[in-house]
């Protein structure tokens, strides 16, 4: 097809074969990638903010019907400013940091590194990247919060600026990275399932024989997706059950009481989970390599 002679075209003239090669990508097209992305994807993750911070239990469809009928199409689109900042930030650095290291680490005659190499560099670019974008997602979780709150307990942001700004004033410039410690540990296994395994999965597909395209991007994608969801979602259980009330004291005893209900019990919730994070997967990788054809690497 002519999309796949574009990219036949892309990888010959920079002589690249799947992420790897020597000439380094513009570092900044994963965050214009996932900025794309979220503007589909937001309302999957202001459902899922809903399900986390609800009182008692709730389905996901009655959850969404709850949040149209009372606010409208804009109710699931709540926070998207900040959603948007929190993917310029956050994976702009994290994508970027991945791409500058890996460009660096790459031998000169081309040849892809091992998968252990691009899973520390994944760490370190999941480390990076939350740093910079933990102040949009403390927004980016209130404002998405704020539409199911009772008028007189909304925080009222008018956008994100307004987010950042008013959090600084009121409660200091700290409370811009609530939540850090737990977000470090997460951000570094999304990376990981992310970037590092899409780089692997992409590697692998390639040296199949397969032409390249959109088909090995959303394969690849596809792995990636499931790959985060499952490093993540024992995460995702123990950080909810400590933040759920105050049986807990410390982590270690969340994991330990967790255990105890067998090793299927961290993976509760793994569909929803999946839902919400191999679609932004997905197409942040689909829109990105779209991204690089536009803007080669330099």
Same mark, same amino acid.
């Given at each position: 097809?002519?999309?796949?002679?574009?990219?036949?075209? +892309?990888? /010959?003239?920079? #002589?690249? &074969? !799947?992420?790897? %090669?020597?000439?380094?990508?513009?570092? +900044?097209? %994963? !965050?214009?990638?996932?900025?794309?992305?979220?503007?589909?994807?937001?309302?999957?993750?202001?459902?899922?903010?809903?399900?986390?911070?609800?009182?008692?239990?709730?389905?996901?469809?009655?959850?969404?019907?709850?949040?149209?009928?009372?606010?409208?199409?804009?109710?699931?689109? &709540?926070?998207?400013?900040?959603?948007?900042? @929190?993917?310029?930030?956050?994976?702009?650095?994290?994508?970027?940091? +991945?791409?500058?290291?890996?460009?660096?680490?790459?031998?000169?005659? !081309? &040849?892809?590194?091992?998968?252990?190499?691009?899973?520390? =560099?994944?760490?370190? !670019?999941?480390?990076?990247?939350?740093?910079?974008? #933990?102040?949009?997602?403390?927004?980016?979780?209130?404002?998405?919060?704020?539409?199911?709150?009772?008028?007189?307990?909304?925080?009222?942001? @008018?956008?994100?600026?307004?987010?950042?700004?008013?959090?600084?004033?009121?409660?200091?410039?700290?409370?811009? +990275? @609530?939540?850090?410690?737990?977000?470090?540990?997460? &951000?570094?296994? /999304?990376?990981?399932?992310?970037?590092?395994?899409?780089?692997?999965?992409?590697?692998?597909?390639?040296?199949?024989?397969?032409?390249?395209?959109?088909?090995?991007?959303?394969?690849?994608?596809? /792995?990636?997706?499931?790959?985060?969801?499952?490093?993540?979602?024992?995460?995702?259980?123990?950080?909810? @059950?400590?933040?759920?009330?105050?049986?807990?004291?410390?982590?270690?005893?969340?994991?330990?009481?967790?255990?105890?209900?067998?090793?299927?019990?961290?993976?509760? %919730?793994?569909?929803?989970?999946?839902?919400? =994070?191999?679609?932004?997967? /997905?197409?942040?990788?689909?829109?990105?390599?779209?991204?690089?054809?536009?803007?080669?690497?330099?």
């Amino acid at each position: 097809s002519g999309i796949n002679a574009e990219y036949e075209h +892309y990888y /010959i003239t920079n #002589n690249l &074969s !799947g992420m790897s %090669g020597k000439k380094q990508q513009r570092w +900044y097209l %994963g !965050g214009m990638g996932a900025c794309l992305a979220v503007c589909f994807t937001h309302p999957l993750d202001t459902l899922k903010v809903h399900l986390q911070t609800q009182q008692g239990k709730g389905a996901i469809h009655q959850v969404l019907m709850k949040t149209l009928k009372t606010n409208g199409i804009m109710g699931v689109y &709540s926070g998207l400013s900040a959603s948007v900042l @929190r993917q310029a930030t956050y994976t702009s650095v994290r994508f970027g940091a +991945y791409e500058v290291a890996r460009a660096h680490f790459t031998p000169e005659d !081309g &040849s892809p590194l091992p998968f252990s190499t691009k899973v520390a =560099l994944a760490a370190m !670019g999941g480390t990076l990247g939350i740093l910079a974008g #933990n102040p949009a997602d403390v927004v980016n979780v209130r404002m998405q919060n704020d539409m199911r709150l009772p008028v007189a307990q909304r925080v009222g942001y @008018r956008h994100v600026f307004h987010g950042l700004y008013t959090i600084v004033r009121v409660e200091g410039l700290t409370a811009l +990275y @609530r939540g850090l410690q737990a977000n470090i540990p997460r &951000s570094i296994l /999304i990376n990981i399932g992310q970037v590092a395994c899409y780089d692997q999965a992409k590697q692998a597909v390639l040296g199949l024989g397969i032409q390249d395209g959109i088909g090995v991007h959303f394969l690849s994608s596809f /792995i990636a997706g499931t790959m985060a969801t499952t490093l993540t979602q024992p995460v995702d259980v123990v950080k909810t @059950r400590l933040m759920q009330g105050t049986q807990y004291n410390s982590i270690a005893q969340v994991v330990v009481a967790t255990a105890k209900e067998g090793p299927m019990a961290f993976y509760k %919730g793994f569909i929803p989970a999946w839902i919400r =994070l191999s679609p932004q997967t /997905i197409l942040t990788w689909v829109f990105l390599e779209r991204l690089r054809i536009i803007f080669p690497p330099k």
